[in-house]
């Protein structure tokens, strides 16, 4: 049993720097959003323009998630030896450069730049990710999963704006002679590089350091070893599995509607829907972990994939609002699987060791959605995209054994 007087007089010193630091993080996850939205909604049909196939538009979704797992990598030991503000913000940087490559390729008709351009551009991805775990650094015990949530939700703002700016943003790039599918990336350029901006301004105190200067020796909420060696795998194994399901789905969803006469606005409306449904129940998941525990959410988020899957699968081809329906369904499952997950690893590991951690955790997650990816595309142009869709929605259920072995004393 944890002992939570001690707790409640190291929460004052940092009371005030934690609600500065959230403000802070929403304000640049608003901007990353929009960012990251961009490579989901027009990615894979930019790499299905370029190359004539849709097997190997799933690549592209492929080598974006390989390019944020060594971000994820490189943000995580930036900030365990420097903090949270330079790993983040080195981060964002980097895609607003791969958001640039991507427009340059598609300019110079270049799938080699492309795919290098869109290895670079991950790691804004993996960037808006991380930033979930500089939400707790500070946070109470009690509230770890709530701040992580808090961070979550401010993706939505932009995530949602992003995908319905496709259209817009496709009409200005040919105005500048960019090739339309390539406009919505020069909004991702902006908006990592304004979210790093902000970061490098104004995320002081640095969260990390803060914490670890905060925290005694002796931690009262620190883990039990038994919880510290199973949270870890277990935590890693809810993530791995809902981000290599929501992928695999999402990253064929729009390639799938555009072979069948839908076109950007219909994906870009039925994209935002699902960004929506990643982020915006982040309050009520937080609420829910905080106070149930992993297991239940953990098996929320199986049974929302499944739906999701059997959903997409079975969605007659014309139907966009059954899209909309599965790919919420699909936003909604990863959301409780990341959400899980995280509190999980967040409380099995301590200041100390926790950024580097965090880093390689997230690895996996994007060696996940590499996965996803690249598998994808091979799917869905060998079986068909209901093959795909169903087969991951089954896939989804192994997260209920996963969390299973998280330890009992949480």
Same mark, same amino acid.
């Given at each position: 049993?944890?002992?939570?007087?001690?707790?409640?007089?190291?929460?004052?010193?940092?009371?005030?720097?934690?609600?500065?630091?959230?403000?802070?993080?929403?304000?640049?996850?608003?901007?990353?959003?929009?960012?990251?939205?961009?490579?989901?909604?027009?990615?894979?049909?930019?790499?299905?323009?370029?190359?004539?196939?849709?097997?190997?538009?799933?690549?592209?979704?492929?080598?974006?998630?390989?390019?944020?797992?060594?971000?994820?990598?490189?943000?995580?030991?930036?900030?365990?030896?420097?903090?949270?503000?330079?790993?983040?913000?080195?981060?964002?940087?980097?895609?607003?450069?791969?958001?640039?490559?991507?427009?340059?390729?598609?300019?110079?008709?270049?799938?080699?730049?492309?795919?290098?351009?869109?290895?670079?551009?991950?790691?804004?991805?993996?960037?808006?990710?991380?930033?979930?775990?500089?939400?707790?650094?500070?946070?109470?015990?009690?509230?770890?999963?709530?701040?992580?949530?808090?961070?979550?939700?401010?993706?939505?703002?932009?995530?949602?704006?992003?995908?319905?700016?496709?259209?817009?943003?496709?009409?200005?790039?040919?105005?500048?002679?960019?090739?339309?599918?390539?406009?919505?990336?020069?909004?991702?350029?902006?908006?990592?590089?304004?979210?790093?901006?902000?970061?490098?301004?104004?995320?002081?105190?640095?969260?990390?350091?803060?914490?670890?200067?905060?925290?005694?020796?002796?931690?009262?909420?620190?883990?039990?070893?038994?919880?510290?060696?199973?949270?870890?795998?277990?935590?890693?194994?809810?993530?791995?599995?809902?981000?290599?399901?929501?992928?695999?789905?999402?990253?064929?969803?729009?390639?799938?509607?555009?072979?069948?006469?839908?076109?950007?606005?219909?994906?870009?409306?039925?994209?935002?829907?699902?960004?929506?449904?990643?982020?915006?129940?982040?309050?009520?998941?937080?609420?829910?972990?905080?106070?149930?525990?992993?297991?239940?959410?953990?098996?929320?988020?199986?049974?929302?994939?499944? $739906?999701? *899957?059997? @959903? =997409? /699968? #079975?969605?007659?081809?014309?139907?966009?609002? %059954?899209?909309?329906?599965? !790919? &919420? +369904?699909?936003?909604?499952?990863?959301?409780?699987?990341?959400?899980?997950?995280?509190?999980?690893?967040?409380?099995?590991?301590?200041?100390?060791?926790?950024?580097?951690?965090?880093?390689?955790?997230?690895?996996?997650?994007?060696?996940?959605?590499?996965?996803?990816?690249? $598998?994808? *595309?091979? @799917? =869905? /142009? #060998?079986?068909?995209?209901?093959?795909?869709? %169903?087969?991951?929605?089954? !896939? &989804? +259920?192994?997260?209920?054994?996963?969390?299973?072995?998280?330890?009992?004393?949480?």
């Amino acid at each position: 049993m944890r002992n939570v007087v001690p707790a409640r007089t190291a929460d004052p010193p940092r009371l005030q720097p934690q609600r500065r630091v959230l403000i802070v993080l929403v304000a640049a996850q608003v901007l990353s959003g929009a960012g990251l939205a961009a490579g989901v909604t027009v990615g894979a049909l930019l790499a299905q323009d370029m190359l004539g196939s849709t097997s190997l538009a799933g690549l592209l979704g492929a080598l974006s998630t390989v390019g944020s797992a060594l971000a994820a990598v490189a943000v995580g030991r930036i900030s365990d030896a420097r903090g949270r503000r330079p790993g983040l913000a080195a981060g964002y940087l980097a895609g607003a450069v791969g958001s640039v490559g991507v427009i340059a390729a598609a300019v110079a008709g270049d799938p080699v730049l492309l795919f290098a351009a869109m290895f670079v551009y991950g790691a804004g991805t993996a960037t808006n990710l991380l930033a979930r775990y500089a939400g707790a650094d500070l946070a109470a015990p009690a509230h770890r999963a709530r701040a992580v949530s808090t961070v979550l939700v401010a993706t939505t703002l932009g995530g949602v704006a992003g995908p319905n700016l496709a259209a817009p943003t496709g009409d200005l790039a040919l105005t500048l002679g960019v090739p339309y599918l390539a406009g919505p990336f020069l909004l991702a350029g902006a908006a990592y590089a304004t979210a790093a901006l902000i970061l490098v301004v104004w995320l002081r105190p640095d969260p990390l350091l803060l914490s670890r200067a905060t925290t005694p020796q002796a931690e009262p909420d620190r883990p039990h070893p038994q919880a510290r060696r199973s949270g870890v795998p277990a935590g890693t194994l809810v993530m791995v599995f809902a981000q290599l399901v929501m992928v695999a789905i999402m990253t064929m969803t729009p390639v799938h509607m555009h072979g069948h006469g839908h076109g950007a606005a219909a994906s870009g409306l039925v994209i935002a829907i699902h960004i929506g449904a990643m982020y915006l129940p982040s309050p009520v998941t937080g609420w829910l972990v905080d106070r149930y525990g992993p297991r239940l959410a953990a098996t929320a988020s199986a049974l929302a994939l499944l $739906a999701a *899957g059997v @959903v =997409a /699968a #079975t969605a007659p081809a014309e139907s966009v609002v %059954l899209y909309a329906v599965a !790919l &919420a +369904l699909l936003g909604l499952g990863w959301n409780l699987g990341l959400v899980t997950g995280t509190a999980i690893i967040n409380e099995s590991v301590s200041p100390a060791t926790r950024a580097r951690t965090q880093g390689l955790v997230d690895v996996a997650v994007a060696v996940a959605g590499a996965t996803g990816g690249m $598998a994808s *595309g091979l @799917v =869905a /142009a #060998t079986a068909g995209y209901p093959i795909l869709a %169903l087969g991951g929605g089954v !896939l &989804a +259920l192994a997260i209920v054994p996963a969390v299973i072995t998280t330890a009992r004393g949480r």
